[in-house]
């Protein structure tokens, strides 16, 4: 891809997904993760939704319910942002729009720093940040530069889905390119241009690395972005430098 200007922002910025996540091996149970959590989000004003248990029932005549507590997601949220726990990660979400990296950024920082005040992980293993464009009635083929342009006038259907993964001198990165599809979110038919910007070490990764790493997950997934589609379209996001 030829190098282009990165935008600090576009409007609009076309995000219904902003995933941050984060893995690791938790030196705790999950139940003193869940609570040493608990007790310090609520003070920042965060809203505790405990997970739902549901049941599943077996062909035992008794139908005995069976529930996989690791399988749970309790949920911390505020107007800004949600933030997902699982045995093994944490995820961050923007909860309605798009904050911004100015603002979403600080929001990561404060709840992993502290978390790694509060002694819960063992070692870091994965960091991935994975944005979704949303582009209505959009024919995303036509906005791709040519060289990644996918030829699909033989398709019976325009609705399709082209995956690649990209290897960066740090990160991998996961593109997914859809046309035309549905979305239980969305009344009506998108294109989608999925970047999932990625970085696993198994044998960890240093917590004084991984604001650096993230930061640099994030301008990644611009470049990416950017570098995908024709100058006259990212024009028409109204594009700030």
Known sequence: MAERKIPK??????????I?????????HFEIFIGKMYNELTKQGYIYSSPTMDA?????PRKQIIVNFNALQPIFENEKV???????????????????????FPVIKNVLSMIN??????VYHRIGLRYINSLQSINIYDKLIDEVRIKVADYKTRSTTFLTVI???VF?????VENDVKRKDQ?????????DVYLFKEKGIEFDQIFDLVDKAHNKEKEVFVNLLKEEFITTLNPEY
């Open 117 to 122: 005040k509060l002694d819960l992980i063992k």
């Open 187 to 195: 009344p009506d038919s998108v294109s989608l241009l999925d970047i």
């Open 172 to 176: 991998n990165i996961n593109l997914k």
């Open 56 to 60: 599943l029932e077996t062909d035992d």
């Open 167 to 169: 290897e960066d001198e």
């Open 82 to 104: 949600i933030i997902k726990l699982t045995p093994n990660s944490i995820i961050f979400n923007c909860a309605k729009e798009y904050i911004g990296w100015d603002k979403y």
């Open 20 to 28: 941050l996540e984060v893995k690791f091996t938790s030196s705790v």
């Open 9 to 18: 922002k576009l409007t609009p910025d076309l995000l219904i997904e902003t």
